[in-house]
């Protein structure tokens, strides 16, 4: 079955860094779209990035765009979060996700995600 594992998560100043990694299985991952989304307590999934299947193309909401870069290794089944200049408006749980349909959908929305991860805590505070 799918399975997605996030970690590198943790702690981190404001202007810091972290890099997210989410360890893909059970699928052909190199077939597929992926997605970083964020959630805070008492609020919504947010959608943060997305990946195309062979990385070609990706997209970020426009608070991440210029500190966070997403990428992936098809051949290590991996897709990761590069965050820099971290802000307190980071903290967040972060999901990785799947697109459903190999080679479709849109990696631009959470809408189109079949499958997430348990997901890694973000905290970013002085």
């Known amino acids: 079955q799918v399975q997605l594992v996030e970690s590198g998560g943790g702690l981190a100043q404001p202007g810091g860094s972290l890099r997210l990694s989410c360890a893909a299985s059970?699928?052909?991952?190199?077939?597929?779209?992926m997605s970083w989304a964020r959630q805070v307590p008492g609020k919504g999934l947010e959608w943060v990035s997305g990946?195309?299947?062979?990385?070609?193309?990706?997209s970020y909401t426009d608070s991440v765009k210029g500190r966070f870069t997403v990428s992936r290794d098809n051949a290590e089944n991996t897709v990761y979060l590069q965050m820099n200049n971290l802000k307190p408006e980071d903290t967040a749980l972060y999901y990785c996700?799947?697109?459903?349909?190999?080679?479709?959908?849109?990696?631009?929305?959470?809408?189109?995600?079949?499958?997430w991860g348990r997901g890694t805590q973000v905290t970013v505070s002085s």
């Open positions: 990946i195309r299947y062979d990385g070609r193309d990706t």
């Open positions: 996700g799947k697109v459903s349909r190999p080679f479709r959908g849109s990696f631009e929305t959470i809408s189109d995600v079949g499958d």
């Open positions: 059970g699928f052909p991952f190199g077939n597929f779209h």
